[in-house]
C-alpha cells in the first residue's frame, strides 16, 4: 500500500448556549480587541447583537465588520483588512454562515500577508507563500450548511471575472469553534432547507471522491444519517434535537470534504458567480442530477448511502429519487429554471463549470460537454 497522511481539524465547544464562554476564552488568551466579521443580515439580529453587548460588557473593545457580498469577493477582504489596521484589533471572531467565515478567514490571512490576496490561491500553489504569523482566530456558525467553522480555506471570487479562488493553510484553522444550536433555531425554513442540502451535499461528494480517505468516508456516512433524520424536521417543525443533529452533521461534512468534492458542486459554484444564487439552494437543486451522472461505475457506493437512507430500493436511481423527494418535502424546485436559469446561460455555466477546481477530485471524469448535458437536464 502507498503512505496516506491525514489530518482532522481543530477544538469544537459544542452545545446549547455555548457561546456565553467566548468573552472569557478570549479574556483568558490574552486578547482585549476583537474584530468580529459578519454578514449585513446577522449584525442586523438579535443574538448577534447580545453576543457583541456580552463582549463589551465584559471590557472587550468588539468592533463589527459587515461590509461583505452574499457570495464574497476580494474587495471585501481588503475592506476587512483596512479595519483592522483602522481598530487596532487582536483577534477575529467570525459569526455566520459560510459567507461571513469565508470573509473572516481570508482577513486572518491578510492581517499579516499583504501582497495581492489571489497570490495564496492553492490552486496554482499559493499556499507556499502562507508563511507569516496569523492572528487568533475564533469561529462561531450560525447556520448548518457550509462547515467553514471546522475549515482551513476560504473561497473568495474575483470583484470582475467572478472567477472562484481558494485560499488555503492549516494556519487558518480556528482556534475554538463555538458552535451553539441555539443560535440557528431562529433560521427561516428556507435557509435552513438550503444549507442542510448543502452538508447533505458535502458529505455524499465526500463519500464520492476519489482519494483514499476511509476517515472522512465513516464520518460522511454518518453525517448523511444525521441530515436524513432531521433536515424534514428541522425546515418545517424545528426543535433543539433537530437543529443540532443539523448543526453536527454540517461540521461533518466540511470534515469530510477534505478529502474532496465532486460535480454537483462544480455546477452549483458558476450559478452563485454568474447569477448570485445562493450556495445553499444552488447545490440543492443540482445534486439529484449530479449524482445520477456518478450512478455507471459507483453502484456499490450508491448502495451504502441508500442503506444509510433506509431506502427499500437501494439502487443508483433510488438514491436520486430520494433527492428529489428530499427537496418536495423542504420546499426546494427541482429545475433550475425555477431559480433564474435559462436556456442562453447554459454555455456560459458550462465553460464556468469545467473550469471549476471542485470536478477533478469526482470518482469519475466530467467534461465540458457532461457539464452542458447535466445543466439542460437539470433545467
Known sequence: MSISQFNFPTTIRFGANVVKELPDYLKKNGLSRPLVVTDP???QLDFFKAIVADLKAKGLAAE?????????????VYKGGDMWDATKSDCIVGIGGGAALDVARAIVLRVNHREDLFKYDDLIGGDIYVTNDVPHFVTIPTTSGTGSEVGRSAIIADDVTHQKKILFSPKLLAKIVFADPVLTMELPGFITAATGMDALTHNMEAFLAKNYHPMCDGIALEGMRLISLSLEKATNKPDLESRSNML??????????????GVVHSLAHPLSSLLDTHHGLANAVNIPHGMRFNIDGFEEKFRRMARIFELKDESGEGVVNYLFDLNT????PHRLR???VK???LETLADLAFADFAHPNNPKPVSRADFRKIYGEAL
Open 329 to 332: 418535502k423542504v420546499n426546494i
Open 64 to 76: 463589527v465588520f459587515s461590509d461583505i457580498h452574499k457570495n464574497p469577493v476580494k474587495s471585501d
Open 41 to 43: 443580515n446577522v449584525a
Open 338 to 340: 425555477e431559480i433564474g
Open 248 to 261: 453536527m452533521a454540517s461540521m461533518m461534512g466540511a470534515v469530510a470534504f477534505q478529502k474532496g468534492l
Open 343 to 345: 436556456e442562453e446561460h
